[in-house]
């Protein structure tokens, strides 16, 4: 095991530490401050080129506990 990841506590999804996050089905375009817990199901990461430049993408799925995904 790597000394990094002995240092980091990762915390399990559900239980009473996930007081303070707010669920992803009560996200919408006039919630403000909101803190999501969430678990990485899919990711991807693309280059793209074109006459006004370069850049990256990142595209990521996120679950949270009760199974909803963006």
Do not use: Y
């Not at 002995?6 to 375009?29: H, M, W, Y």
């Not at 990256?56 to 679950?63: A, G, R, S, W």
Request: net charge positive; aromatic share 8%.
């Amino acid at each position: 095991m790597d000394k990094l990841e002995s240092a980091v506590k990762r915390p399990s999804i559900g239980g009473d530490e996930d007081a303070g996050f707010i669920p992803l089905q009560c996200i919408n375009t006039f919630t403000n401050d909101w803190i999501i817990k969430a678990k990485v199901v899919k990711k991807g990461f693309r280059e793209w080129k074109n006459m006004k430049g370069t850049g990256f993408l990142l595209n990521v799925d996120l679950m949270d506990k009760d199974g909803t995904q963006i």
